[in-house]
Structures are given as structure tokens and as C-alpha cells.
């Protein structure tokens, strides 16, 4: 007989395969571009943004004693006002990456909530309704002995506050097994904090391709008449990196004189004639930094939460691959593991990620593909368990409105055998901002 388990496992492989098998045939042809190891790639970005953030998500805590325990699943949503700010310097000698980030807003949602001690044991629903605050702060630098070799310092901070009105209802088990309605309305408040850290050594690197997209984009465009050569391409993109990186947030950009120092340079050194309509299309091509390149790194890492797991540490192995086969196309990626040590349980867990990035002319951009997580529980007998496996296919779009706002939505779906390693459930991100830059 097929149990509803198995037929759950069916989808999530056929599925997972299909998602696998779609990336794989879906190649677009590579661009004839081959990166040297010795060209440089600059790209150095600050922005300051502020909006509206939209979040749904399925959360757990599990807190257990010898005597007492206390576990809650909740399905919350939340919309916040959003600021944050990021600034990236990636050079030849360094690639860094600071950002701040401050969320505020209302709060709501339901789910099951079990209360267990040697007195009684509550199994009620609850509904939630409140506030929620977050604010975070995260730092990550590679710092270059030479072309190829790095050492890696990465550490964030996060804390989130909640004040909340909590209507909860079921039935209530004392220890004489005697069963009454459980019917309670209390105003709850959490605070949760965490850091996280981690240092490494690497080999290789991820070229920042932004600045050679957008020259990549604007001379087949305007000057579809002539080949350009790689060299060319690149010599654009420099120019293009050094006129944006003489911009200052405070005071803003005019878009009109970055286009004529383009204009000339375009001009002067490679002896084409100006297009009036490059400011137009000057004011896009803001996007996350996109890669090429590959890079291996390992080393310890650690995790404190103020909850359950509390600590956490161990090591990591991570490979990544990134290709920028045109530029409408971008390939991505990555395997890694890393063992988990903790005071009750270690378990070892692997990733691997194949995805694609689609970008629409310089305005927008579409990510999809899916992530592979198989995990193993270790237990204090030293016999491991049994092999788990999680499913998260994933769906983004970014698109910039105009050269301010910018919408930027994610969609996930985690699938797993085991929920004690990752907890199933969908995944939801909506941004609606203004960026400054």
C-alpha cells in the first residue's frame, strides 16, 4: 500500500527532477567571452533605500526541559516600513560589502501552540495581531593576497521585537487527565537576538559584471553596425564604473552630465557618434551585483540565538559558480556542506543550487531555479541517521520602475522529509521602495 508520505516524497522528486531537467536543457548559447584572470572588474555602489516590505513566512520555537515543554508553528504575515542602507567597494585587492537595515510595522497571524508540564498540558489555536520590529546589521569582506587567494571575514547581527494581542483557544489536560476548555486572551512580547560569524580561506573570484553589462547593452544597441571586441567592451565598462563611482548620496547625481562624460568618452576613444537617447536608458541597469567567476572557500563558523538551538558551530565547504553568458543571461551555481555541532544533537547539512537570471533589457531582472538540501542527524551513540532531503524551488523579480523606485518580489517553497532539519512551507517577499544612490 502507498502511504500519503510516500506519495509526498513521488512529488517532491518528480518535481524537483523536472525543475532540474528544465534548467538544464533551457541553456541559452554562450556569449564568445572568455574573462581573463588579470582583468580588473571594479564595482563600488551605495544606496539608501525606504519603503514598504510585505512578508510571509511559517515560524517555529521549541523550547524543551526535563519537566516542561513549550512549542508554537505559527503562519505570519507582516507589512513594514523599511529602511536600509548597503554599500559595496569591490576593487582588486578586496571585495566588501556593509549593510544596515530597519523594519517597523504591524504583525498578525495563526497556528498551534503546546504547553506541557508534570501540572497539565494546553494544546490550543491561536490568533495573533500586534507589532513587529526588526533591525540588522552585517559586514563581509575577501581580502586579496593576489589574484586568486583570500581569507573571508563575514559577521551579522539581528534582533526582532514583537508586542502582540494573542486569542488562543483548546483544551486543557490536567494530570488526573481531567479535559477543560481552554479559552485565554493575553498580550505576549518576544524578544529574539542573534549574531553569526563566520572566517575562511578561498580560492578564485566573482567578477562584478554590472558595469560591462551596461556597455555590453548600449553598444549593440546604438552601434549594432560594428563588432566590438571584448577589449572594447571592457574599456567602456571601466569608464562607465569610473563615472558612477564619483557619485556621492548625499548630494545626488545628474544623469544628464554622467551621459555627456559617456558621450564623450565614446566620442574621443572610440571614435563613435553620440546617440541622444543613452540618458534614457543611463538611468536603469541598477541591479544587485551580477557575476562571473568561480571560488572555493572553507573555514569555522558560528551561530547564537537566544532560543532554542542557542549555539551552534562548526566548519564549512562551499564551491560557487557564476556565468555571464550574455547579457540577458546569467548562470549560477553552488554546492556546499557544513557540520553543525550542538549540545544536544549534531547533524551535518549540503546545499546545491542551480539557477538562472534573465535580465530585460537594463530595467528587470527574473531569477528561478530551485535548491537542494540533504541533511543528517548525528546521534550521541555516534551512529548518524537517516538521510533527509529538502526541496526549495524559488521564484524572483526585480524591475525598476524608474530611476528611483524599484519593486522587488521572492517566492519559495520549502519542501522537506524531515522537518526537523527545515520546516515546510511557502515563502513570501514583496518590496515596494525608493532608492537614493
Same mark, same amino acid.
Not at 581573463?36 to 564595482?43: H, L, R, V
Not at 523594519?103 to 498540558?121: C, K, Q, R, T, Y
Not at 557540520?339 to 539557477?355: F, H, P, R, T
Given at each position: 500500500?502507498?502511504?500519503?508520505?510516500m506519495k509526498?516524497?513521488?512529488?517532491?522528486?518528480?518535481?524537483?527532477?523536472?525543475?532540474?531537467l528544465?534548467?538544464?536543457?533551457?541553456?541559452?548559447?554562450?556569449a564568445q567571452f572568455?574573462?581573463?584572470?588579470?582583468?580588473?572588474?571594479?564595482?563600488?555602489?551605495?544606496?539608501?533605500?525606504?519603503?514598504?516590505h510585505?512578508?510571509?513566512?511559517?515560524?517555529r520555537?521549541e523550547?524543551?526541559?526535563?519537566?516542561?515543554?513549550?512549542?508554537?508553528?505559527?503562519?505570519?504575515?507582516?507589512?513594514k516600513?523599511?529602511l536600509?542602507?548597503?554599500?559595496?567597494?569591490?576593487?582588486?585587492?578586496?571585495?566588501?560589502?556593509?549593510e544596515?537595515?530597519?523594519?517597523?510595522?504591524?504583525?498578525?497571524?495563526?497556528?498551534?501552540?503546546?504547553?506541557?508540564?508534570?501540572?497539565?498540558?494546553?494544546?490550543?489555536?491561536?490568533k495573533?495581531?500586534g507589532?513587529?520590529?526588526?533591525?540588522?546589521?552585517?559586514?563581509?569582506?575577501?581580502?586579496?593576497?593576489?589574484?586568486?587567494?583570500?581569507?573571508?571575514?563575514?559577521?551579522?547581527?539581528?534582533?526582532?521585537?514583537?508586542l502582540?494581542n494573542?486569542?488562543?483557544?483548546?483544551?486543557?489536560?490536567?494530570?488526573?487527565?481531567?479535559?477543560?476548555?481552554?479559552?485565554?486572551?493575553?498580550?505576549?512580547?518576544?524578544?529574539?537576538?542573534?549574531i553569526?560569524?563566520?572566517?575562511?580561506?578561498?580560492?578564485?573570484?566573482?567578477?562584478p559584471?554590472?558595469?560591462?553589462?551596461?556597455? %555590453?547593452? @548600449?553598444?549593440? !544597441?546604438?552601434?549594432?553596425?560594428?563588432?566590438? $571586441?571584448?577589449? /572594447?567592451?571592457?574599456k567602456? =565598462?571601466?569608464?562607465?564604473g569610473?563615472?558612477?563611482?564619483?557619485?556621492?548620496i548625499?548630494?545626488?547625481?545628474?544623469?544628464?552630465?554622467?551621459?555627456?562624460?559617456?558621450q %564623450?568618452? @565614446?566620442?574621443? !576613444?572610440?571614435?563613435?557618434i553620440?546617440?541622444? $537617447?543613452?540618458? /534614457?536608458?543611463?538611468?536603469? =541597469?541598477?541591479?544587485?551585483?551580477?557575476?562571473?567567476?568561480?571560488?572555493v572557500?572553507?573555514?569555522?563558523?558560528?551561530?547564537?540565538?537566544?532560543?532554542?538551538?542557542?549555539?551552534?558551530?562548526?566548519?564549512?565547504?562551499?564551491?560557487?559558480h557564476?556565468?555571464?553568458?550574455?547579457?540577458k543571461?546569467?548562470?549560477?551555481?553552488?554546492?556546499?556542506?557544513?557540520?553543525?555541532?550542538?549540545?544536544?544533537?549534531?547533524?551535518i547539512?549540503?546545499?546545491?543550487?542551480?539557477?538562472w537570471?534573465?535580465?530585460?533589457?537594463?530595467?528587470?531582472?527574473?531569477?528561478?531555479?530551485?535548491?537542494y538540501?540533504?541533511?543528517?542527524?548525528?546521534?550521541?551513540?555516534?551512529?548518524?541517521?537517516?538521510?533527509?532531503?529538502?526541496?526549495i524551488?524559488?521564484?524572483?523579480?526585480?524591475?525598476?520602475?524608474?530611476s528611483?523606485?524599484?519593486?522587488?518580489?521572492?517566492?519559495?517553497?520549502?519542501?522537506?522529509?524531515?522537518?526537523?532539519?527545515?520546516?515546510s512551507?511557502?515563502?513570501?517577499?514583496?518590496?515596494?521602495?525608493?532608492?537614493?544612490?
Amino acid at each position: 500500500m502507498i502511504t500519503n508520505q510516500m506519495k509526498k516524497h513521488s512529488v517532491v522528486a518528480t518535481f524537483s527532477l523536472f525543475i532540474f531537467l528544465l534548467l538544464g536543457i533551457a541553456q541559452p548559447a554562450d556569449a564568445q567571452f572568455y574573462f581573463k584572470n588579470a582583468e580588473i572588474y571594479d564595482f563600488q555602489k551605495h544606496e539608501f533605500n525606504q519603503g514598504l516590505h510585505f512578508n510571509f513566512n511559517t515560524e517555529r520555537e521549541e523550547t524543551q526541559t526535563e519537566f516542561w515543554r513549550d512549542y508554537e508553528e505559527l503562519n505570519t504575515g507582516d507589512i513594514k516600513f523599511q529602511l536600509s542602507n548597503r554599500f559595496w567597494n569591490f576593487m582588486d585587492y578586496k571585495q566588501e560589502k556593509i549593510e544596515f537595515n530597519v523594519e517597523i510595522g504591524p504583525l498578525w497571524g495563526n497556528g498551534n501552540w503546546i504547553d506541557s508540564s508534570s501540572v497539565a498540558n494546553i494544546e490550543a489555536d491561536h490568533k495573533i495581531f500586534g507589532v513587529r520590529s526588526n533591525a540588522s546589521a552585517s559586514y563581509s569582506s575577501r581580502f586579496y593576497y593576489n589574484n586568486k587567494n583570500y581569507t573571508l571575514v563575514q559577521v551579522k547581527g539581528w534582533g526582532r521585537y514583537d508586542l502582540y494581542n494573542q486569542i488562543s483557544k483548546g483544551i486543557s489536560t490536567d494530570s488526573n487527565m481531567m479535559k477543560t476548555g481552554f479559552d485565554e486572551e493575553t498580550t505576549e512580547n518576544k524578544f529574539r537576538y542573534g549574531i553569526e560569524a563566520r572566517a575562511g580561506w578561498g580560492i578564485g573570484r566573482f567578477k562584478p559584471m554590472n558595469n560591462f553589462m551596461i556597455a %555590453d547593452y @548600449l553598444l549593440k !544597441k546604438y552601434y549594432s553596425h560594428r563588432n566590438f $571586441s571584448q577589449d /572594447e567592451i571592457l574599456k567602456f =565598462g571601466n569608464e562607465i564604473g569610473r563615472i558612477k563611482s564619483q557619485r556621492d548620496i548625499s548630494t545626488g547625481h545628474k544623469t544628464e552630465i554622467e551621459t555627456a562624460q559617456m558621450q %564623450d568618452f @565614446l566620442n574621443q !576613444k572610440m571614435f563613435l557618434i553620440p546617440v541622444n $537617447s543613452l540618458e /534614457e536608458e543611463w538611468k536603469s =541597469g541598477e541591479f544587485l551585483p551580477r557575476f562571473n567567476g568561480n571560488r572555493v572557500e572553507f573555514g569555522p563558523f558560528f551561530k547564537y540565538f537566544n532560543r532554542e538551538p542557542d549555539f551552534i558551530y562548526g566548519g564549512y565547504f562551499l564551491y560557487e559558480h557564476a556565468k555571464y553568458c550574455s547579457v540577458k543571461w546569467n548562470r549560477n551555481f553552488s554546492a556546499g556542506v557544513n557540520y553543525n555541532a550542538y549540545k544536544k544533537q549534531d547533524w551535518i547539512l549540503g546545499e546545491v543550487s542551480m539557477g538562472w537570471s534573465y535580465f530585460i533589457k537594463l530595467k528587470s531582472q527574473i531569477d528561478f531555479g530551485v535548491k537542494y538540501i540533504p541533511g543528517i542527524a548525528l546521534n550521541d551513540s555516534g551512529e548518524t541517521g537517516s538521510l533527509n532531503h529538502g526541496f526549495i524551488p524559488y521564484l524572483g523579480y526585480f524591475t525598476q520602475v524608474d530611476s528611483k523606485n524599484r519593486i522587488d518580489v521572492k517566492l519559495a517553497y520549502r519542501l522537506s522529509e524531515d522537518e526537523n532539519l527545515m520546516l515546510s512551507g511557502p515563502e513570501i517577499s514583496v518590496a515596494v521602495y525608493r532608492s537614493r544612490y
